[in-house]
Every structure is written in C-alpha cells, then in structure tokens.
C-alpha cells in the first residue's frame, strides 16, 4: 500500500503539472498570435501615411520657410492666394 500509493500521488502531481504547463503554453501562443496580428494590422495601416511621404511639395509662394503640398496648390492656387491675403 505504501509504495504503489506514493507512486500514484506522485504521477497524478506530474499530470496535473503537465495539464497546467500545456494551458500556459497555449495561452502564450494566443498572446503571440495576437500579438502578430495586431503588428500585420498596424504595419498594413501605416501604408497609407507612405503616400502622403510621397507627395511633392513647394515652397509657398508669400510665405518662405513653409512647405505645401504642390498637387493642393495647383488644385486651386486661386483659393491659396484669397486664403494668403486673410492672413496677411
């Protein structure tokens, strides 16, 4: 009774640590999935700020030391002058 008692308790121990090493590890396999999900979503997102990186820009004319986008300008340089005139 002795030994096969201690031998039963001692394998149901190790069982019961393998079943909590199995949740922890699955759990931190989910942390890692959504984790490099979240980073795709953000790197996906981030690719629209590129093209605005891409974008030409112009030294305004009446204001030095600023920049625009040339494509806005060009657009409607009539609005840009009328707008630069509020200003000034």
């Known amino acids: 009774m002795g030994?096969?008692?201690?031998?039963?308790n001692?394998?149901?121990r190790e069982n019961g640590l393998g079943k909590e090493?199995?949740?922890?590890?699955?759990?931190?396999?989910a942390a890692v999935a959504a984790a490099l999900?979240?980073?795709?979503?953000?790197?996906l997102s981030g690719s629209s700020s590129s093209?605005?990186?891409?974008?030409?820009?112009?030294?305004?004319?009446?204001r030095p030391g600023e920049r625009i986008y040339r494509d806005e300008f060009e657009?409607?340089?009539?609005?840009?002058?009328?707008?630069?005139?509020k200003r000034g």
């Open 37 to 43: 999900v979240g980073g795709a979503i953000y790197l």
């Open 10 to 12: 001692s394998s149901e």
């Open 51 to 62: 093209s605005e990186k891409d974008r030409e820009t112009m030294k305004p004319p009446g």
């Open 21 to 29: 090493r199995a949740e922890a590890s699955i759990g931190a396999g």
């Open 75 to 85: 657009k409607d340089p009539a609005t840009y002058f009328r707008n630069l005139r």
């Open 3 to 8: 030994s096969s008692e201690s031998t039963q």
